[in-house]
């Protein structure tokens, strides 16, 4: 392992990114003098990135992954701070620099939906970054210098949208109803010319009936091939073919590693075709890769299918760095990478390789069920306190007509959900404040998330099998500037699961990783759910009423 540099940081990377620049840790000490101005801020996040990735397979890492992760400036004390470790909470603080309580954006399911903001080419969900509030990056860049600009690109709306916050520069994302890049009515009404060539390639739907194979020989991959708790026990073994049909191959297009390759295509052609990085202003090129996130949700970080599409985002990202090195000077280019939160193995596996009992799994039907019907017998609406999986709705109007005090049914709630396997704490969110947010992180984080102007309730985490997931707690969520890396598991990791993972995803009912708001002017206050990282939420969400990442 090289020689490396490590650097203290602020949580979040978007306030270091001036000392990204990397420079050779070798070189001899100079004078110091004012760094200058580069005119591209090339910001890449890797949805769902791991630290350890960079170790396990470090060997293997010959393209981008392994030139950032060698020759980069890493900031070992940069993490997210908050709770709800979802991608638009992510995705809402890495440019931002605060908090997602001071962002607005709570989670997937209160991010970037938008009916009033149709997409140009898709029957896709509206978009827009309404919720978002404050300022990020880009503001600050066109403050010093109006001339700045800005393209953002994923596969995700969230995933484009949030780290531009509310600026109104070049934003697109993938469609999974035409496999076609878009934007919304936010931001334009017509697509450019240069999206339009994209599209026109219709790469997905060329590439229907196609198999991702391994990159390198199997005796390359440590991780066996036949783990059935992966994919939900179906389709979990080499080759992997997308279906021949060309709109349902560009639906499962993004669960491959060549979404990235396409992404990581088009930010290039925009970058060509907006004319960015030629100065004498710093403009801003964000690229969100969400293959990432696909894979470890179906398959898992241990699995063999998340060794390959690291390996292929490696070399994607070797390819676009000596790209963009042809068409712009790289003395002029700050690259910044980060992930936008972690996943944790499925526990079950996690469990069955140590020989250890399995974790529980919580499941809330039985109470919840419990508390309709108290409501419905009270008169309140059925539909006033909302499960989401990590929070609890409550609609206070709803009781409030009702003449019910939504007080004691919390907390009669709270006690029902306590006495639920795996349920280790539920807090009144007004109590936060008074605990010990030094040592107690379960309600720093939680102050972190929440927006201190909602009227919320209540927030409860499961418990922690501690005898299962002893030296497993580590698996929290990147910022690096350059590449970071990360691997002491101390106390300060993320404690419990992310929320943006779907270990579930092996479970029928498991908790999807966005759900539809209810379009609504009521506030509805928030009762927290969180987990240790080995436990998994029943949604009591219809199928139908579920929406695939």
Known sequence: MPQRRFLRATPFLACAIAGALFRSAAAAPVPPRAAPRPQLVVFITVDQMRPDYFDRWARQLTGGLGRLSRQGAFFTNAFQDHAITETAPGHSVTMAGRFPRSTGIVRNAAGVEDPQAPLL?????????????????????????????????????????????????????????????????????TLPDWIRRVNARRVPQRLAGQAWNLLLPAREYAEPDSVAQESGGSDYTFPHVLPTDTARAAGAFPGTPMMDQLTLDAALEGLQALNLGRGPQTDVLAISLSATDYVGHRYGPDSREQHDNILRLDRALGAFIDSLYKVRDSSTIVFALTADHGVTPFPELTAQRAHRTPPPRYDVTKPFATLRTTLARSGVDSSAVEFDGALVLVDREAFALAHVDPEPVLARFADALRRQPGIARADRVRDLARRDTVNDAVSRRWLHMLPPDLPIALRQRCARPRDLLRGRRSSRTLSRAGARRRRRTDARAHPWRDADRAIGRTRARARPEQQREPLTSRWRSHAGFTGWRGCSVRSTKSASARRAH
């Open 121 to 189: 080419t898709s029957r896709d969900p509206g978009a827009s970054p309404f919720r978002f509030r404050g300022s990020v990056l880009i503001d600050w860049l066109r403050i010093k210098d109006p001339r700045s600009r800005a393209l953002s690109i994923s596969r995700k709306d969230r995933g484009a949208i949030l780290p531009l916050g509310r600026a109104k520069q070049n934003v697109f994302w993938y469609a999974t109803s035409n496999g076609q890049f878009t934007t919304s009515r936010y931001y334009a009404d």
